[in-house]
């Protein structure tokens, strides 16, 4: 069975940064697509960005590009999310999912995902 366990979350000010790390205890971590979403009081979850298994591939939603990085350590089994330039907009319960596809390829691929840790930033 396949379990995420995010941490990293916090409150920071606008401006600031956070890193994001999902550790994931699965057979064969490099096997997977993995994925950060986050969902915001009062609203649906949404895509933030995905790291294809051999990391040759990212993909970024519109709103956090330039600003967020995700990247893996498949020898660790982690996924993490660097954000920099943080806004009150990216308040949100941040979570990792994990996708069998060999890209991603949307938000109905990602089968596993992790309890979630909340980010908030202050104006």
């Known amino acids: 069975q396949v379990q995420l366990e995010e941490s990293g979350g916090g409150l920071v000010q606008a401006g600031g940064s956070l890193r994001l790390s999902c550790a994931a205890s699965?057979?064969?971590?490099?096997?997977?697509?993995m994925g950060w979403f986050r969902q915001a009081p009062g609203k649906e979850r949404e895509f933030v960005a995905a790291?294809?298994?051999?990391?040759?591939?990212?993909y970024y939603a519109d709103s956090v590009k330039g600003r967020f990085t995700i990247s893996r350590e498949n020898a660790k089994s982690t996924v993490y999310l660097q954000m920099n330039s943080l806004k009150p907009e990216d308040t949100a319960v941040y979570y990792c999912?994990?996708?069998?596809?060999?890209?991603?390829?949307?938000?109905?691929?990602?089968?596993?995902w992790g309890q979630g840790t909340q980010v908030t930033v202050s104006s």
């Open positions: 790291i294809s298994r051999s990391a040759g591939n990212t």
């Open positions: 999912a994990l996708s069998d596809a060999v890209y991603y390829t949307g938000y109905a691929a990602f089968g596993s």
């Open positions: 699965v057979r064969t971590f490099s096997a997977y697509t």
